[in-house]
């Protein structure tokens, strides 16, 4: 059994911590079958090897009872990148759970399990449900609603570096005074209206008009505003992905080369992936 994972760009600017979109890049778990111990093999650096890997501490938080598996995990996702890389793996686990122990868990229940774990659900579930998802939590309780796909190539650019989230969430205001952050989230909100009504003129404008975080971690990621910059020659909308430090461009495909050709030009020369909305979500191939 395979459990397929797609990668996910949370925030789209405004939409700190609401909005996400699965991408086209994955994670891999291959069940190999029983062992003796939970042995976890892959190529991911220093990833814990055995129960201790998040995959499998996810899925027994889930199914206690689940009795030992030799797993094969791969990943292109880079991790600590703002690419929803620790998403996908919560997601994996709460996947495997689901098979191995035969939850039969619907794809809401998913959402709600994975939010809880992972405390907001902008990268979850994008990575369970797949596609634009719009989503928060009430009372202990998550909503999320899938919008609309984008017509458009999702360019990363995904410097060197890598940015802990904490780090990412540490230089952001402990508050916000009340008129600003009731203009933030119109903006936020008219944005969302802006996606659902697929007014994409109007989701450019919105998108880099948040008022919630990139202004502060912009000093942690210099390329934000270079590369929003040379978006706009191209007529593409620029926002940081997730916490960064990968920096993600909206543009017509027919731009896109001509674009990279401009970033490289312009001495931009870290991994540039050239990503497609992922409309599946988790998925499980039972061969
Ligand atoms: N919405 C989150 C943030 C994504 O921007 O901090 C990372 O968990």
């Known amino acids: 059994m395979k459990i397929k994972v797609p990668a996910s760009s949370a925030n789209l600017g405004p939409g700190f911590d609401s909005i996400g979109l699965a991408v086209s890049l994955y994670l891999t778990v291959t069940v ?3 062992a003796k111990e939970w042995q976890i093999d892959h190529q991911l650096g220093d990833l814990p090897h055995d129960k201790h890997n998040m995959i499998v501490q996810t899925a027994l938080q889930v199914a206690p009872q689940l009795s030992h598996q030799h797993l094969e995990v791969s990943s ?11 998403s996908s793996a ?6 495997l759970a689901n098979q191995l122990a035969n939850l039969k868990l619907t794809k809401a229940a998913m959402v709600e399990i994975a939010s809880q774990i992972e405390g907001h659900s902008d990268n979850v579930a994008p990575a369970i449900l797949g596609g634009l998802v719009v989503g928060t939590n009430i009372d202990q309780h998550f909503d999320a609603v899938e919008a609309p796909l984008p017509p458009y190539d999702f360019v990363a650019y995904i410097p060197a570096y890598s940015l802990a989230t904490k780090k990412a969430r540490a230089v952001l205001p402990r508050q916000l005074d009340y008129h600003s952050a009731i203009h933030a989230s119109a903006v936020a909100n008219t944005l969302v209206a802006a996606l659902f009504k697929q007014d994409y003129s109007l989701v450019s404008e919105l998108m880099e008009a948040d008022n919630f975080h990139e202004q502060y971690r912009a000093q942690l990621v210099p390329e934000l505003m270079p590369i929003r910059q040379v978006g706009h020659v191209y007529g593409a909308t620029t926002y940081l992905s997730g916490a960064g430090p990968t920096v993600m461009t909206m543009i017509t495909p027919d731009k896109t080369v001509a674009f990279i050709e401009a970033l490289r030009k312009k001495g931009l020369s870290d991994r540039i992936e050239v990503l497609h909305p992922d409309r599946n979500g988790v998925v499980v191939d039972d061969q």
């Open 90 to 95: 919560i997601v994996a686990g709460i996947e």
């Open 32 to 34: 190999k079958g029983a």
């Open 76 to 86: 292109d996702i880079p991790v600590t990148h703002g690419l929803g890389s620790s």
